[in-house]
T-cell receptor, first 116, second 116 residues
Framework: AQTVTQSQPEMSVQEAETVTLSCTYDTSESDYYLFWYKQPPSRQMILVIRQEAYKQQNATENRFSVNFQKAAKSFSLKISDSQLGDAAMYFCAYLGGGTSYGKLTFGQGTILTVHP | KAGVTQTPRYLIKTRGQQVTLSCSPISGHRSVSWYQQTPGQGLQFLFEYFSETQRNKGNFPGRFSGRQFSNSRSEMNVSTLELGDSALYLC???????????????FGPGTRLTVT
């Protein structure tokens, strides 16, 4: 079974600074997708960024970028120019190929605090 | 497009009762996945439906069931409620259409179920 591990229960960053959230996963599959979701206090899960395993290029979405290391099974999220609105719980999630229809496997989450 | 909607947003039920939660996916999305979120267990996958068929199921007892209608709206039912069923129940929709690679899931606001 696939597992996702986020080793940082909490992280903090100063506004306008950069922070990196860590995620590792375990899988025997070669075809899969990885995601970062953000869950603010409203509890609404918001997709931040996605990465296809077959793509070597790291995904980027505005201030958010990932460092995808397939061999190391590592998928970290970098937030640049942090803003107060970035404060939330961040979840790393794995979606397998094949018959893993619709099943996201989530990490435990990292609470990000942004200090003004 | 309108986002994923879930009704009701809040529910209070008594042990032994049953409950039905509803989820309307983004227009055009045919895949609906359900998740349970609790402080202790985190986010856990319940099941996934596509074109009225359950394609995948998580490790939950048979008291948890679901269905999907021809318009892709989905319901989940929990019978004989237990205190441990208190949780935030999230549904997510995805296009999953042939030829598309957009497997990302978009989440609804959730239904907060409290069992007393």
């Amino acid at each position: 079974a696939q597992t996702v591990t986020q080793s940082q229960p909490e992280m903090s960053v100063q506004e306008a600074e950069t922070v990196t959230l860590s995620c590792t996963y375990d899988t025997s599959e070669s075809d899969y997708y990885l995601f970062w979701y953000k869950q603010p206090p409203s509890r609404q899960m918001i997709l931040v960024i996605r990465q296809e395993a077959y793509k070597q290029q790291n995904a980027t979405e505005n201030r958010f970028s990932v460092n995808f290391q397939k061999a190391a099974k590592s998928f970290s999220l970098k937030i640049s120019d942090s803003q107060l609105g970035d404060a939330a719980m961040y979840f790393c999630a794995y979606l397998g190929g094949g018959t893993s229809y619709g099943k996201l496997t989530f990490g435990q989450g990292t609470i990000l605090t942004v200090h003004p | 497009k309108a986002g994923v909607t879930q009704t009701p947003r809040y529910l209070i039920k008594t042990r032994g009762q049953q409950v039905t939660l509803s989820c309307s996916p983004i227009s055009g999305h045919r895949s609906v996945s359900w998740y349970q979120q609790t402080p202790g267990q985190g986010l856990q996958f319940l099941f996934e439906y596509f074109s009225e068929t359950q394609r995948n199921k998580g490790n939950f007892p048979g008291r948890f069931s679901g269905r999907q209608f021809s318009n892709s709206r989905s319901e989940m039912n929990v019978s004989t409620l237990e205190l441990g069923d208190s949780a935030l129940y999230l549904c997510a929709s995805s296009s999953q259409e042939w030829g598309q690679t957009s497997y990302e899931q978009y989440f609804g606001p959730g239904t907060r179920l409290t069992v007393t």
